[in-house]
């Protein structure tokens, strides 16, 4: 089996130092790896990452990470991924990394998505100049999150994502903001690419569990939705059973 840790939007900044670190002090002896699904600062400021990357450093699995949109608000995006990948991380975006794992290898493709909407209730490249700009960027992402997968050679692919997927892990979000928490494109990019096991954060008030419409497991691990330091995932090596979840230690003083 293999154990994939993963949790999002932990919000770093200097004023939590300490507060993660205690949290994967054991993570070597329960994960082979561990996945951060974006917002990990709060407004993307270089001493926010410098604080996350301290927690970080060290950790003692492979770390792989994408950014979400708060990390992109400073306009600082490239430093605060240079400050992650100082201490090991692998930053994605639109690419992959492939993890070797006891004998066998997980490959993740990662990219932040964007929104606009779900089926039914979305956006279209039509109109002003500014929608299709909008749309365009989340179908650009998405598709090359699926080349990203599709390319991938490695036992048990992994999707990592920000935004949403799909609209069953929005569940107790409010309706109204669906479009501006995930888009339809990256599940059909999950769909045709093929992740066993598809992460992504960004919605706080969302569900822990969904489905891509062609039936590819979603998790959403919004550390405000799963209240824990991490999730843990097991996953066949074959590429087999996403579900169920492993038992996952608890949250305390972060
Ligand atoms: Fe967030
Ligand atoms: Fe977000």
Known sequence: MIHVAAVGDVHFGPDAAGTLRPHFEHLVDRADLLLLAGD???????????ALAEELDGVGVPVVAVLGNHDYHCDKADEVTRILEGVGVTVLEGDSVVVPVNGSTVGVAGTKGFGGGFVGACGSEFGEPEMKAFMAHSRCLADRL??????????????LLHYAPCADTLLGERLEIYPFLGCYLLGEAVDRGGAVLTIHGHAHRGSERGLTAGGHHVRNVAQPVIGHAYRL???????AGADPECATPALTGA
């Open 40 to 50: 990990l600062t709060r407004v993307g400021a270089p001493d926010e990452a410098r």
């Open 146 to 159: 699926e080349q990203a997968l599709a390319g991938l050679e490695a036992d048990v692919k992994v999707a």
């Open 233 to 239: 995932f097991c996953l066949g090596a074959d590429g």
